[in-house]
């Protein structure tokens, strides 16, 4: 069974850029949640979708926006890049949106932002 | 909001020695669960404990979840190298579906 995929792995913006991560699920994985990994900052949650729609988000400016597709493949966007987005964002799945499970990590799209 | 906090934020030790690592949240959880994160790589589920004073065990590690639900242990014993990496906790708020709040993470690294 295929693993949780996100696209792309590594990639350069500058600042006032905006850039559009990929994730796919695991077959059959319909809950996808989104965190911000930086250093010393251990996992910051971002966003979770279940069935299309949103069901958590973080405390993160509206410069970050996601989404999710009929698929369950989700999307993360982020605009007008700062320095400080510099991160490993990574989307993890999970089977249901539920009280427990746990959660199926990517490796990851890192970003940097000069 | 929830926060879950964890200490140490790093902690070096000769292989052989025993590892501990603390967890403790500001609200009442439904469920703990544990990650470990191998350098360069991404996090990686170890286990999930949800009832009150619960007490797992992984070969050498043991996992304890609290009798009020507010606070979790990872315990290594005998650490060898392959045990390095970050261990997160990760909580979930009762009452509701809420999401995962990470902690921040111990960085384990063991000296040969």
């Known amino acids: 069974k295929a693993g949780v995929t996100q696209t792309p792995r590594y990639l350069i913006k500058t600042r006032g850029q905006q850039v559009t991560l990929s994730c796919s699920p695991i077959s059959g994985h319909r809950s996808v949640s989104w965190y911000q990994q930086t250093p010393g900052q251990g996992l910051q949650f971002l966003f979770e979708?279940?069935?299309?729609?949103?069901?958590n988000k973080g405390n993160f400016p509206g410069r970050f926006s996601g989404r999710q597709f009929s698929n369950s493949r989700s999307e993360m966007n982020v605009s007008t890049l700062e320095l400080g987005d510099s991160a490993l964002y990574l989307c993890?799945?999970?089977?249901?949106?539920?009280?427990?499970?746990?959660?199926?990590f990517g490796e990851g799209s890192r970003l940097t932002v000069l | 909001g929830q926060q879950v906090m964890q200490i140490p934020q790093y902690q070096h030790v000769q292989e052989g020695e025993d590892f501990t690592t603390y967890c403790n949240s500001s609200t009442t959880l439904s469920n703990i669960q544990w990650y470990k994160q191998r350098p360069g790589g991404h996090p990686v589920f170890l286990i999930q404990l949800v009832k009150s004073g619960e007490v797992k065990k992984q070969k050498r590690l043991t996992f304890q979840f609290g009798e009020a639900k507010k606070n979790s242990s990872l315990h290594i014993t005998a650490t060898q190298t392959t045990d390095v990496g970050t261990y997160f906790c990760a909580g979930r708020a009762s009452g509701s579906a809420r999401q995962l709040t990470f902690g921040s993470g111990t960085q384990l690294t063991v000296l040969p």
């Open positions: 993890a799945s999970s089977p249901q949106f539920e009280r427990t499970g746990e959660l199926f």
């Open positions: 979708y279940f069935s299309e729609t949103q069901r």
